[in-house]
C-alpha cells in the first residue's frame, strides 16, 4: 500500500504545479475587457475495489469463451489523474481540452496491465458553440454545436442509449468522438443531429513500452485493432403542457471482429423509439420509453430486437436540509435463445452506447455477452435515499433480473438471474468535515475539494447461473479537485 502510494504523489505532482500556476481562484482574464477567458484545473481519484464469485466470462455470443466461470477473489488500488484546460470567446464560444492517466495496482490476483506509468491519453477535446445566430426571431440564438471528444454520460438525456463509449477501460474513461448540432425552433422544441465514431483502441496517447499499443476500449476483439463502430442520428424534441417528449432515429454499425480463432460478422441496426416525460408535479415525472431495432449482420441476416421502460422518480427539489429521493421501474432487454451459437443472437437487444454502470458497477465486471453489454434481461429496480445538507447522500438499491430469453449462457436451467441489493453513501471531507460549514469562501479555497464514497453491492445468484455462490462487490473512493 505505502508503494501504491508513493506512485500516485509521483503522478500528481506535474498536475497540482500546473493547477496552481494556472489560476489561484476562478480563471484568470487576459484583461478585464478582453473576450477571451482562460481557466484550467485538475482531479484525482483513488479508490479500491474487491470483488469474489461475479459469474463471468461468456460461454458464446458475441465473445465466444468456451465456459461460464466465476470472477476469481480481485482486490485493485486504482489512482487516475486528470487535468483540463479552457478558452472561452465572449459568451458564444468555448474550447475545452482534458488529458487523463490511469494506474491499477493490484493486491489480489496481480495485475501487470495499466501499471505505472502506464499511458496519458486525450480523453476530451471539443469545441462548442452556442447561441448561434441570435437575432430578433431568436432571441437565445437558434444553432448549439459541439465537435471532439467528449464523455457519453447523460447525452441528449437518453441514459438508456448513451452512457460509455469506451467501457473496456472500466471508469477511466467514458468518451466518443462526436459531433452534434442543436438546431432550435423555440425554448422548448429543437431537433439534436450527431455522428460519432469509437475506436477499439486509442489512437492518441503517450505511453510506455508494455502499453504500446494502447488499451483495448470495446471490450471485444483479439490482438488486432477492430471492432470500431460509429453511427449517426436524429432526435426529435418538443413539449405539449406537462409532456415532454423526444422521438428518434439512431443507426449504429459495428465492424466485424476476431475472437478465439473465429470471425464475428459486422452489424447494422436502425432504432426507432419514443421518451415520454410526464411531469406531473414539480417532484414527480413518469418516463416511459420504448425503442425497435431492425437491420442486418455480415452474414445478411436480418436483426430484430426492442427494449423498454416504464418507471417513476419523486424528489425533493426544495432548499430543505433534508431532501428525500425515491425512483424505480422496470427496463426490459429483448435476448435470443440462440445467442451462444449465432454472434449474441439476431433478435437479442444491441445496447448502442448504453454500456455504463447505471444497473449495477459490480454486473459490468459479470456481462455474459461482452464488457458492460447490457441485453436479454428484466431489470425490476428501486432505489430510495436522502441528500443532507452539502455533498451527503445516502441511497439503497434493491433489483430482481430475470432473462428475457434461456439462451443458456448462464449455466443454468432457470429464467431468475438473481437479486442485487447496492448501497452507497457518498459524503464531503473539505470543507465540509473540517469545521468550515458548507460555505468554501471560509476556507479561501473555492478550487479545492475533497469528497469521497462507499459502495457496497451483493449478488444472490438464481437458477439461470449454474453457480449458487453468493458474489459481492465493495468500493471506497476519495477525490480531489483543484
Known amino acids: 500500500m505505502r508503494h501504491c502510494l508513493k506512485i500516485a504523489a509521483l503522478a500528481l505532482a506535474p498536475f497540482i504545479g500546473m493547477a496552481e500556476t494556472a489560476s489561484p481562484v476562478d480563471g484568470v482574464e487576459m484583461e478585464d475587457e478582453s473576450l477571451f477567458k482562460f481557466d484550467a484545473g485538475a482531479d484525482v481519484r483513488i479508490r479500491q475495489e474487491i470483488m469474489h464469485n461475479i459469474p463471468t466470462l461468456p460461454g458464446g455470443g458475441m465473445v465466444g469463451n468456451p465456459a461460464v466461470k466465476k470472477l476469481e477473489a480481485k482486490n485493485q488500488m486504482r489512482f487516475r489523474v486528470r487535468a483540463w484546460g479552457e478558452v472561452t470567446y465572449g459568451e458564444h464560444w468555448r474550447f475545452y481540452t482534458r488529458l487523463c492517466n490511469e494506474m491499477r495496482a493490484g493486491i489480489v490476483r496481480k495485475t501487470h496491465n495499466a501499471t505505472w506509468p502506464n499511458e496519458v491519453v486525450l480523453d476530451n477535446l471539443y469545441l462548442d458553440g452556442n447561441h448561434l445566430f441570435e437575432g430578433d426571431v431568436f432571441e437565445n440564438g437558434w444553432i448549439d454545436f459541439r465537435a471532439g471528444r467528449e464523455d457519453l454520460i447523460g447525452l441528449f438525456g437518453l441514459n438508456h442509449i448513451f452512457a460509455d463509449g469506451c467501457p473496456d477501460v472500466g471508469s477511466r474513461s467514458a468518451y466518443s468522438d462526436i459531433v452534434r448540432a442543436a438546431f432550435h425552433y423555440d425554448k422548448d422544441t429543437w431537433l439534436d443531429v450527431f455522428g460519432i465514431f469509437n475506436k477499439d483502441r486509442e489512437q492518441v496517447r503517450l505511453g510506455t513500452k508494455r502499453s ?12 488486432d485493432t477492430e471492432m470500431d463502430d460509429w453511427g449517426f442520428g436524429t432526435i426529435f424534441n418538443s413539449r405539449v403542457d406537462l409532456l415532454k417528449y423526444q422521438l428518434m432515429w439512431i443507426q449504429k454499425d459495428t465492424a466485424s471482429f476476431h475472437r478465439g480463432g473465429v470471425k464475428h460478422p459486422r452489424r447494422n441496426v436502425n432504432m426507432f423509439g419514443f421518451k415520454l416525460m410526464p411531469e406531473w408535479t414539480d417532484n414527480l415525472t413518469t418516463p416511459i420509453e420504448g425503442y425497435v431495432q431492425v437491420g442486418r449482420n455480415g452474414e445478411n ?27 424505480g421501474g422496470l427496463h426490459v432487454l429483448s435476448g435470443d435463445r440462440h445467442a451462444s451459437t449465432e454472434d449474441g443472437g439476431r433478435n437479442a437487444w444491441d445496447p448502442m452506447w448504453y454500456r455504463g454502470v447505471d444497473d449495477s458497477e459490480m454486473m459490468a465486471y459479470g456481462s455474459l455477452y461482452g464488457g458492460c453489454w447490457w441485453s436479454n434481461m428484466y431489470n425490476l429496480k428501486t432505489t430510495a435515499g436522502l441528500e443532507i445538507a452539502r455533498r451527503h ?46 460555505d468554501p469562501e471560509k476556507t479561501g479555497l473555492k478550487r479545492f475539494e475533497m469528497f469521497g464514497h462507499i459502495l457496497l453491492e451483493f449478488f444472490n445468484p438464481g437458477e439461470y447461473f449454474e453457480s449458487s455462490k453468493p458474489a459481492y462487490f465493495v468500493r471506497w473512493q476519495v477525490d480531489f479537485k483543484f
Open 212 to 223: 504500446y499499443r494502447g488499451t483495448q476500449l470495446s471490450g471485444f476483439g483479439g490482438n
Open 301 to 327: 441476416k436480418d436483426l430484430l430486437a426492442w427494449s423498454a421502460y416504464a418507471g417513476f422518480d419523486w424528489r425533493d427539489r426544495s432548499k430543505a436540509e433534508w431532501r428525500p429521493f425515491w425512483s
Open 393 to 438: 447522500k445516502v441511497s439503497l438499491m434493491a433489483s430482481a433480473m430475470f432473462a428475457e430469453e434461456q439462451d443458456g449462457l448462464g449455466g443454468g436451467s432457470g429464467m431468475f438471474k438473481g437479486f442485487l441489493t447496492q448501497a452507497r453513501y457518498d459524503f464531503p471531507l473539505f470543507p465540509s468535515f473540517f469545521g468550515c460549514g458548507s
